[in-house]
């Protein structure tokens, strides 16, 4: 069939004078003018949907209804966006690659060749989750933690090496090169590709897009590429040629003006713009900056800006290319050729440059002027909440003794600056000095404190005592503020070289005028690349901060993920007896409560410099402003102001930074150089895998009894129990947690019983790839509140996994109802509240839910990404009339029930609801069937969207 725009195919050619083929949106716009108002994002989404405009997956009413998108419309259309590549992180990559694994094993067992399972568009996958800080504060601290990650991650290892071998399209980016996005943004997006040659024409090129299995993919949007997190169903689907669809968005224009002042970093900005969007309510919305102050910001800095979209909420944070991206590319050892193909490409789609204000139409603006930006950390429990360094003292003082209501720590006031010593036998107060409590301006402050200190409050004021005291920190006594971990993590920041020079400025000044760090802070350094080593080296900055306790001790998420690695037993103690308020600070882009550390309930993200200054500091009950950082040589009183680095400094050293033959050195070793601990690695052979035994990796079971033609079964549910009656906001990590694993959960009971101690029962994250324990911790989190279980004297319901089976009442695990339900042939539906679903987009929380025989979810609510995850698993999602819910209808969960869906499924059409009450009552109330689109009806008659690619990918 011939293209329907086949008019838009034309060429362009490169500054040497190569061509190539486009369909070119110039092209497109002389039928359809609006074209070129569109913000360049929605303009790059609209190449995408003209390019796979097949009549099929995309039809031209697709193309005709992206370019006519208007800045402000109801937003009704999904877009079928085909995208050019994936990215894996490993915590989810495992299962997805056992998904893929297990479509080979089937497409065997029926004769077929297993190449016929292949992605379709380039993967790749970088094992950067599993690393953990077990050391730190030494040289040796990299090689005993990469160490013990192998340990650790052996069976997962293996079966990546198998992955890297069978599919030509599967790349695997080994453990110690670095992280996810900065591992994409340095190496894996190479601006444009190259695609198959149009009859008489040459090869056809197209925009680098994606969608990766992991929140923070936006930070590519810092280069000009679309592209997101998903979750791992969305991306399998996407790897196998499916469009990822998505509702039509609108975009919020950010404009910026002016330039950063001196001493304010790409940290403090993208804090800044993280409260101004989260104010503004951008969810689900995409975030276009422009302007001339985008133009001024480099890079990195712009990477930093679209790595924390998530925290502000957006599906994306995006950056136009211009000559900076050129320039970035050059720097970072893209090939001549690439960047001739990537800058006249485009050029000829008249997408180059940065837009000014008026030449696109945004559904709204917003407008930052950069000067106004002042050096900031976000904190102590969310990312949106900006403090001014000067006022980081007075806030945490006064959230102290605030209720959690307001975000408080609910600590009796006069507690504030009680130390404790670190023994287990006794708490006492002591050693505390006097400040002074008017905060004066010191010489040695840095220039930007006159104009913070004029709106501070006073120290007196935020502080619960007359004569307030300040601890000093000591090896022998902790208190409340007190910073025990301090970590330059995330490659929200690692990914910028200015950054990370001015934290290794930093180090240099403090350890020359002799500031010292103390031992039992938790210090790290976890580059998002070993490129950030090797330039800090070159520089002559690494020493310093080895000195005070941040050598190099990952290439990995680490302390941003929450792989922190336990603090000492002593220190833990000393907090959980005492009740001790303790603080993290940390270059990451969430701190919510516990995620650091289970025991510090105070996390402040900032920049790296002041990551090395707080931990010099030792705790956030020092104004950095107005108060020494520490006591250097003679005892003399340093400031920040006197070991702060200048942009003059900074800008020196960038050379050493943006060095094209390092970074090209660097990544032909990911093929050359793996590492030894990674060759060492035997994966098994052969194009289909042989499941070995493990408790790690284990053949899923969602292809069981797969045939080429679907079992159409009527849609709906007949005889079904409820296996659960939920409250509103029901996250993805209530119905498949990621954390630890109880020993006596039925995932704990599981692993003991397959000679697996405690020990080394590894998180639910990390065995992923093995479904006896995934579908064991479904509904396993012990926060989750099943409402079937009637409240206690006291009105509290019981938390954890439990549920009546019925008739009988008895209470038991829900795997273990689940299962007994399964055995006697009994469908079971859950009930839910508003936004069901809610959190991380957890693909485990909808196949966990179909493994355990669960048919239905029945909601007033649904969030986005679980509702089509649930489709794809081939469970139906339903929706309560407005003002129904299952509490309104009286359900107590011992009834039995029908979901009677009339006539041939259709989107969003009726369904009833039949409740059989237990007293022989009958009631019946409509409901809304949320398979919104034609395709998701395609995919629920298949039994889930894996089952419908593999028909297809066999077919062929
Ligand atoms: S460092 Fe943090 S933001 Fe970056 S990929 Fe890892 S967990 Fe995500």
């Keep these: 069939m011939s293209h329907a725009f086949a008019n838009t195919l034309k060429s362009f050619k490169t500054a040497s004078g190569k061509s190539g083929s486009y ?295 995006f950056f136009p290319v211009d000559d900076k991206t050129i320039e970035y590319f050059e720097g970072t050892g893209r090939t001549k050729s690439e960047i001739e193909f990537f800058q006249a490409y485009f050029k000829a789609q008249g997408l180059y440059g940065m837009p000014r204000a008026g030449d696109i139409d945004y559904s709204q603006v917003v407008r930052l002027d950069l000067g106004k930006v002042t050096p900031s950390v976000a904190g102590p429990k969310r990312p949106q909440d900006r403090i001014e360094i000067g006022n980081v003292k007075a806030k945490f003082a006064s959230l102290f003794s605030q209720p959690p209501t307001e975000n408080g720590f609910n600590q009796p006031a006069a507690q504030l600056l009680t130390r404790h010593h670190v023994r287990p036998e006794q708490a006492r107060s002591d050693e505390t000095i006097k400040v002074p409590t008017t905060p004066s301006i010191v010489p040695g402050a840095p220039r930007f404190v006159e104009e913070m200190a004029a709106n501070k409050p006073t120290l007196a004021a935020a502080l619960h005592e007359a004569e307030p005291k300040l601890p000093v920190a000591s090896e022998k006594t902790i208190g409340n503020g007190d910073v025990l971990i301090a970590a330059i993590t995330s490659c929200t920041n690692t990914s910028n070289p200015s950054v990370m020079m001015a934290a290794g400025l930093l180090a240099k000044k403090a350890v020359e005028a002799g500031l010292k760090v103390q031992p039992h802070i938790k210090t790290s350094l976890a580059p998002g690349s070993r490129i950030v080593t090797e330039y800090l080296t070159n520089a002559g900055l690494l020493p310093y901060l080895d000195k005070l306790g941040f050598s190099v001790a990952a290439y990995g998420c680490t302390t941003c993920i929450g792989n922190a690695g336990d603090l000492t037993p002593e220190i833990n103690e000393a907090i959980t007896k005492n009740d001790l308020v303790c603080a993290a600070v940390l270059s990451g882009n969430r701190n919510f409560e516990a995620r650091i550390h289970p025991n510090l309930k105070a996390n402040f993200l900032a920049s790296p410099p002041l990551v090395v200054a707080y931990a010099i500091a030792g705790t956030v009950l020092k104004d950095l402003m107005t108060e020494p950082v520490g006591k250097g040589k003679g005892g003399k009183d340093i400031y920040l102001g006197d070991i702060w680095p200048t942009s003059d400094e900074i800008a020196a050293l960038m050379k050493f930074a943006m060095n094209g033959k390092a970074y090209k050195a660097n990544y032909d070793k990911v093929a050359s150089e793996p590492g030894p601990l990674w060759e060492k690695i035997k994966g098994v052979s052969g194009q289909v895998y042989d499941w070995p035994v493990s408790t790690y990796i284990a053949e899923p079971p969602f292809f ?180 129904d819910s299952w509490e309104t209808l009286g359900i107590k969960g011992d009834e039995k029930f029908d979901i009677e869906i009339p006539g041939e499924l259709r989107p969003q059409q009726e369904a009833m609801l039949h409740i059989h009450g237990a007293d022989g009552t009958n009631k019946v109330v409509k409901l809304i069937l949320r398979i919104d689109t034609p395709i998701e009806v395609d995919y629920y008659r298949h039994g889930g969207i894996l089952p419908f690619v593999l028909r297809q990918l066999l077919a062929a």
Excluded at 819 to 839: D, S
């Design 704 to 883: 069981e009894g797969f045939k080429m033609v679907p079992q159409i079964t009527r849609p709906g549910v007949k005889g079904a129990r409820a296996i659960g009656l939920f409250g509103d906001s029901i996250t993805t990590d209530h119905i498949s947690p990621a954390g630890a694993i109880k020993e006596s959960s039925p995932a704990g009971i599981w692993l003991k019983e397959h000679g697996v101690i405690k020990a080394d029962f590894n998180s639910y994250g990390s065995r992923r790839g093995n479904h006896d324990v995934m579908m064991r911790g479904t509904f396993a989190n012990v926060r989750i509140k099943n409402l079937m279980i009637p409240a206690d004297a006291s009105g509290s319901r019981e938390e954890g996994g439990v549920t009546l089976f019925q008739p009988s009442g008895d209470k038991m695990f829900i795997y273990d109802a689940a299962m007994k339900y399964m055995a006697e042939g009994t469908p079971t539906v859950v009930f839910g509240g508003e936004e069901y679903g809610t959190g991380s987009s957890r693909d485990w929380a909808a196949k966990g839910t179909q493994l355990l025989g669960i048919k239905a979810v029945v909601a007033k609510s649904f969030e986005r990404i679980h509702r089509s995850n649930l489709v794809g698993m081939g469970v139906l999602p339903l929706q309560f009339q407005p003002g």
């Design 23 to 317: 369909y070119s949106l110039p092209e497109l716009a002389k039928a359809y003018p609006n074209v070129s108002r569109l913000p360049v994002s929605m303009r790059i989404v609209l190449e995408s949907v003209l390019r796979n405009c097949d009549g099929k997956k995309v039809t031209p009413e697709h193309v005709v209804e992206v370019a006519g998108w208007k800045a402000k419309a109801p937003r009704l259309d999904e877009i079928p966006f085909v995208v050019a590549r994936v990215v894996l992180q490993d915590f989810t990559g495992v299962p997805l690659l056992a998904d893929l694994a297990a479509m080979r094993t089937v497409a065997k067992a029926m004769g077929k060749d297993a190449k016929s399972i292949e992605p379709l568009v380039p993967v790749d996958l970088v094992v950067d989750h599993s690393i953990m800080i077990d050391y730190f504060g030494s040289k040796k601290a990299l090689d005993l933690n990469m160490k013990l990650e192998f340990k650790r991650n052996l069976e997962r290892y293996q079966f990546m090496k198998w992955g890297m071998q069978a599919f030509d399209t599967f790349g695997v980016v080994p453990p110690g090169f670095g992280i996810v996005h900065q591992v994409n943004l340095e190496y894996l997006a190479r601006g444009v590709h190259k695609g198959a040659a149009a009859s008489g024409q040459p090869a056809v090129y197209y925009p680098d897009s994606l969608v990766g299995t992991d929140s923070h993919t936006t930070m590519i949007n810092g280069i000009g590429v679309v592209g997101w997190g998903v979750g791992g169903i969305e991306a399998e689907a996407a790897m196998l040629g499916q469009p990822v669809y998505f509702l039509t968005p609108d975009v919020v224009g950010f404009e910026f003006s002016g330039r950063l002042r001196e001493g304010v970093t790409a940290t403090d900005l993208v804090l800044a713009v993280t409260e101004i969007l989260r104010k503004e309510k951008v969810v689900g919305k995409f975030v276009e900056f422009f302007g001339a102050g985008t133009e001024s910001l480099s890079v990195p800095d712009r990477a930093t800006m679209a790595n924390m979209a998530p925290e502000y909420g957006a599906t994306m944070g």
